[in-house]
Each structure stands twice: as C-alpha cells, then as structure tokens.
Nanobody
Framework: QVQLVESGGGLVQAGGSLRLSCAAS????????MGWFRQAPGKEREFVAA????????NYADSVKGRFTISRDSAKNTVYLQMNSLKSEDTAVYYC??????????WGQGTQVTVSS
C-alpha cells in the first residue's frame, strides 16, 4: 500500500498560481487512481480533481474546471495539481488521495493553501 506526502501549499494572492505535489511511496503507485480533495474551515471535505491509473482520464469539480490541472508522473511516483487563477474561495487544506479496487483509500496529511484577496 502506498503512503502519500503532499507539498507545495502556501500563501498566494488572488489571481496567482501554485503547484501542489503528492509524492507516493511504494512500488504499486501506477495501479492507483489519484485524486485531490480540499476542506475549508467549517466545511465538508470536497472533491477537486482525479486522474486514472493510466493518466488517460481526468475529472474536475465544476468550481475548478479551466483553472486547475491534475497530472501524474509515474517515473517519479508523483501526482500534481497545477492551480491557476486562484480565488479566495480556493483557500483550504488540500489532501491527496489514492484509490485502488478492493483496497481502502489512502490519504495524505494535507497541505494548506491560502489565497488572499
């Protein structure tokens, strides 16, 4: 089973960009579909983006379509979330998620993204 470590969060002004990284340990990374979720203070954790194990399929929440891009580099066991045109409502803790059939999902510890208006 993989373990996940997120990085790349920080403070950015509205309209700016950040790239989040999620590094996975383990030799079975390529068998997992990967996703990003976020949780703002006082709110439920919500889906942001996902990418299939092959990288051929991606899916996005309506709120981030056209602004965020998810990608993966299997050689580096890493999944990325490029976030452009950031808004104050994107402020949240962002979590990486790994899913594989018949196994429990794996979560990272989260990385804080704060967008100042």
């Amino acid at each position: 089973q993989v373990q996940l470590v997120e990085s790349g969060g920080g403070l950015v002004q509205a309209g700016g960009s950040l790239r989040l990284s999620c590094a996975a340990s383990g030799r079975t990374f390529s068998r997992y579909s990967m996703g990003w979720f976020r949780q703002a203070p006082g709110k439920e954790r919500e889906f942001v983006a996902a990418i299939s194990w092959s990288g051929g399929l991606t899916n996005y929440a309506d709120s981030v379509k056209g602004r965020f891009t998810i990608s993966r580099d299997s050689a580096k066991n890493t999944v990325y979330l490029q976030m452009n045109s950031l808004k104050s409502e994107d402020t949240a803790v962002y979590y990486c998620n790994a899913v594989r059939l018949r196994l429990p999902p794996v979560w990272g510890q989260g990385t804080q993204v704060t967008v100042s208006s």
